[in-house]
Structure formats: C-alpha cells, structure tokens
C-alpha cells in the first residue's frame, strides 16, 4: 500500500505538464458492491483485509494531482472495470494535443484470467502483441479496440477502457508513435 502511494508521489514530484505518462498496474482487485467500490489489492495485503486494500478513488485522487498532458492508466486486475463511469469516446486527428486521462482494465466487474504461472495474463499478452505488432501510429481508444477484441476471443472477461472522470481530461488521447529507424 505504502509502496504504491509512494511511487505516485514520486512520479507526481518527477513528472511535467509536457510529459506523457503510462501506469501499469497487474496484481489483485476486489470490488464491494454494497459501497459500489473497486479495490486494488497490495502484494503484501493481506487477501482478508480490505482496510490494507487501496480504493480507486485514492487512485484517482493521486493521478489527478500528476501535472502531466497525457496519462494512461492500465490495470490488470479482477473488478478493474469498477473504474470507470463515463462512456467511450473514438479518436480525433490532434487529439494528443489536448490533455488526458485514460484508463484501460483487463476486465469489467468480473473475476479475470490470470494466465498460467509464469506467464503473461491473457490480457497483457494482448496488450504487448498488439504493441508489437503495430505498424503505424496507434491512438489509445484504437490500442483498446484491438486488445479489446482479442481478449474476448479467448477468455470470458470484458476489458473496458475509457477516459477517467477527472478535470484534467480535456477530451484528448494518448498516442503511441511507432519509433521511428535510423
């Protein structure tokens, strides 16, 4: 728990409005339907206690306090979908321009596949085939589309990505440029 609000922290203090940012978090979530709350649960918590879980809204509270133009939240974890509140939007040309929040989870309100031990989850095996594979220019609602679909095609789980309700979404998107050769 200390270990995750420390490194946002320290992202928060490192980072400037100029920059673009990606948090990758792949571990355990719980949801609380009586609060209708989503959690995500520290490696060292223990899986009984959810005073040790961290809530989502803490989660948010620290990223919207990231000065940075974009930023890309990925969570892979079960319930991840309790995240989100708003509907999905498409990509629009200069929309790396205007600053965002997205965030994209491995599933919806649900228990999500966690691969075989020692590998890759289903969802971030997409993830990085995708990126790989990729050949031009891929915005986030795209990258969420294409993992969206394969995901479904092999498990049971329904990732979910869209922009956060936060201020600082001002309606744009994060863009992954293909790295240009030498």
Partial sequence: Y??????????????????????YY?????????????FWI???A????????????????YI??????????IADACFSGSLFKSN????????????????FSSGNI??????????????AQSLMEILKTTRKNISVSQLIQNVKFRVESITEQTPVGRPMKMEQHE??????????KM
């Avoid at 792949?26 to 989503?38: K, R």
């Avoid at 649900?110 to 969802?123: H, R, Y």
């Fill in 26 to 38: 792949a571990g355990h979530g719980n949801y609380d339907e009586a609060s209708d709350a989503g």
């Fill in 88 to 103: 999905a939007v498409s990509y629009n040309e200069n929309d790396d321009k205007t600053p965002s929040r997205w965030a």
């Fill in 64 to 73: 919207s306090k990231i000065q940075a133009r974009h930023i890309f939240l």
């Fill in 2 to 23: 200390e270990n995750i609000r420390n490194e946002l922290v320290k992202i928060k203090n490192a980072i400037s409005p100029s920059d673009n940012l990606i948090i």
């Fill in 110 to 123: 649900e228990v999500v596949a966690d691969g075989t031990e020692g590998q890759n989850s289903p969802f």
């Fill in 171 to 180: 309606g744009g998107e994060y863009i992954f440029y293909l790295k240009r």
């Fill in 42 to 44: 520290p490696v060292d």
């Fill in 46 to 61: 223990h899986m009984d206690s959810s005073g040790e879980y961290i809530q989502n809204s803490i989660i948010y509270t």
